[in-house]
């Protein structure tokens, strides 16, 4: 083996090694970085109340003269769910649940008492963009679980709050708000206490457990279960342009347009889809340029190379230094790749800790294992090429 490193040294070029491992190392680079930086955007993208998300449709019925008065409806009929429900771009439909009862709010902010009337609904647990164990109600409690719109914040801190001059207030102090609800129909008035449990991105509108929507529908309800009026759509296309065509050729309105938020996140998926093609290039490059090295190496040595075949020589160990050369300068260039990636992602970190609060980013793991197995499948590349170009020049002593 040390005659053979020997040989290899005699004719090896420093600028083709050194042009192969800055090619390398660029590529590997923009490869490991667009997989991270990627991974570690989608947790802002996934969040359940992230502001990304666009892949949740709260479709309504455009409201027109005839339901102004009162000879239209616009609820969703049983037939018009089902037909939704089998369209190509949809995951899955749920339908918004009313309360059918008078519901008011009280308040205590600053010394101020504030009362209004409100409105109650539920939708499926599974779309909820609030995660919490406190979701739950069982007929007869006082306590009833609430997510608030997060704008319903927004507006008192940067509207009420400021033109009535009181105090303005975090999330955390909101949470902690206690909200008297008065609850009164069919002949029935009760007191109940509002805890509100979590903030929605996704839902603007008042939720309660569907559990308690059941029992106080029963209880202080008309009679009679309504048609949904709003339903939730969860999209695995949000800018499939099928989806507005849709939308419009039944008169269906998406509020808030969701539609735009998952955009972004498709634009995305193209934007680290494209870095990544850039670095597989850069990659490939600097596999033909170290092939090219070899095998420039192969011809200067071609002669000293048949010799060793007929000393008796193994065509597999004659091309053993030659995969180890090539073998330890992929694996320096992972690791020189590695290091330049953690040193950008230590500083886009700190940007989208910013976005999002209780930001956590993706582990690195499937980078690695990237990375790794990029390197393993260059170098076992070139040790097929180098291999061939042997047994060739074993087939001609022959």
């Given at each position: 083996m040390t005659l053979l490193w020997k040989l290899l040294r005699s004719h090896l070029s420093v600028a083709q090694t050194v042009g192969f491992a800055l090619a390398g190392v660029v590529g590997m680079t923009i490869v490991l970085t667009s997989v991270q930086a990627y991974r570690d955007v989608m947790p802002v993208f996934d969040a359940p109340d992230s502001f990304m998300r666009g892949d949740y449709l709260v479709l309504s019925k455009r409201v027109g003269a005839l339901q102004t008065i009162g000879l239209g409806s616009s609820d969703f009929t049983p037939?018009?769910?089902?037909?939704?429900?089998?369209?190509?771009?949809?995951?899955?439909?749920?339908a918004f649940t009313p309360a059918n009862y008078r519901v008011k709010g009280t308040v205590g902010m600053g010394g101020v008492q504030l009362s209004t009337y409100l409105f109650f609904e539920a939708v499926p647990d599974r779309f909820l963009d609030v995660a919490s164990g406190k979701w739950k109600y069982e007929p007869g409690d006082g306590d009833i679980p609430i997510i608030i719109p997060r704008n319903y914040l927004n507006l008192y801190n940067y509207g009420f709050a400021k033109s009535q001059g009181l105090p303005q207030i975090s999330e955390?102090?909101?949470?902690?708000?206690?909200?008297?609800?008065?609850?009164?129909?069919?002949?029935?008035?009760?007191?109940?206490?509002?805890?509100?449990?979590?903030?929605?991105?996704?839902?603007?509108?008042?939720?309660?457990?569907?559990?308690?929507?059941?029992?106080?529908?029963?209880?202080?309800?008309?009679?009679?279960?309504?048609?949904?009026?709003?339903?939730?759509?969860?999209?695995?296309?949000?800018?499939?342009?099928?989806?507005?065509?849709?939308l419009d050729g039944k008169g269906y309105e998406a509020e808030g347009d969701r539609r735009d938020s998952g955009k972004a996140a498709y634009f995305l998926q193209l934007a680290a889809g494209g870095l990544g093609g850039v670095g597989l290039v850069f990659s490939v490059m600097s596999f033909y340029i170290l092939m090219l090295s070899i095998f420039l190496l192969l011809q200067k040595n071609s002669a000293k190379l048949e010799n060793l075949l007929l000393l008796g020589y193994a065509p597999g160990r004659v091309a053993r230094p030659y995969w180890l050369l090539t073998l330890w300068l992929n694996l320096g260039v992972l690791v020189v790749a590695v290091v330049l990636s953690w040193l950008v992602?230590?500083?886009?970190?700190?940007?989208?800790?910013?976005?999002?609060?209780?930001?956590?980013?993706?582990?690195?793991?499937?980078?690695?294992?990237?990375?790794?197995?990029?390197?393993?499948?260059?170098?076992?590349?070139?040790?097929?090429?180098?291999?061939?170009?042997?047994?060739?020049?074993?087939?001609?002593?022959?």
């Amino acid at each position: 083996m040390t005659l053979l490193w020997k040989l290899l040294r005699s004719h090896l070029s420093v600028a083709q090694t050194v042009g192969f491992a800055l090619a390398g190392v660029v590529g590997m680079t923009i490869v490991l970085t667009s997989v991270q930086a990627y991974r570690d955007v989608m947790p802002v993208f996934d969040a359940p109340d992230s502001f990304m998300r666009g892949d949740y449709l709260v479709l309504s019925k455009r409201v027109g003269a005839l339901q102004t008065i009162g000879l239209g409806s616009s609820d969703f009929t049983p037939g018009e769910l089902e037909e939704l429900k089998g369209q190509p771009f949809v995951r899955d439909v749920g339908a918004f649940t009313p309360a059918n009862y008078r519901v008011k709010g009280t308040v205590g902010m600053g010394g101020v008492q504030l009362s209004t009337y409100l409105f109650f609904e539920a939708v499926p647990d599974r779309f909820l963009d609030v995660a919490s164990g406190k979701w739950k109600y069982e007929p007869g409690d006082g306590d009833i679980p609430i997510i608030i719109p997060r704008n319903y914040l927004n507006l008192y801190n940067y509207g009420f709050a400021k033109s009535q001059g009181l105090p303005q207030i975090s999330e955390g102090i909101f949470q902690r708000v206690s909200l008297g609800i008065e609850v009164a129909g069919n002949g029935r008035t009760e007191q109940f206490r509002g805890r509100i449990v979590g903030l929605s991105n996704r839902l603007n509108t008042i939720l309660v457990p569907e559990s308690f929507i059941r029992w106080s529908n029963g209880r202080f309800g008309q009679g009679g279960e309504k048609q949904a009026s709003r339903v939730i759509v969860e999209t695995d296309r949000p800018v499939d342009a099928a989806i507005s065509a849709y939308l419009d050729g039944k008169g269906y309105e998406a509020e808030g347009d969701r539609r735009d938020s998952g955009k972004a996140a498709y634009f995305l998926q193209l934007a680290a889809g494209g870095l990544g093609g850039v670095g597989l290039v850069f990659s490939v490059m600097s596999f033909y340029i170290l092939m090219l090295s070899i095998f420039l190496l192969l011809q200067k040595n071609s002669a000293k190379l048949e010799n060793l075949l007929l000393l008796g020589y193994a065509p597999g160990r004659v091309a053993r230094p030659y995969w180890l050369l090539t073998l330890w300068l992929n694996l320096g260039v992972l690791v020189v790749a590695v290091v330049l990636s953690w040193l950008v992602r230590m500083w886009y970190l700190p940007e989208l800790a910013a976005l999002q609060e209780g930001y956590a980013p993706a582990g690195v793991g499937v980078t690695w294992v990237c990375g790794i197995g990029l390197a393993l499948l260059l170098s076992l590349s070139n040790g097929i090429a180098i291999r061939r170009r042997i047994d060739t020049l074993n087939r001609k002593r022959s």
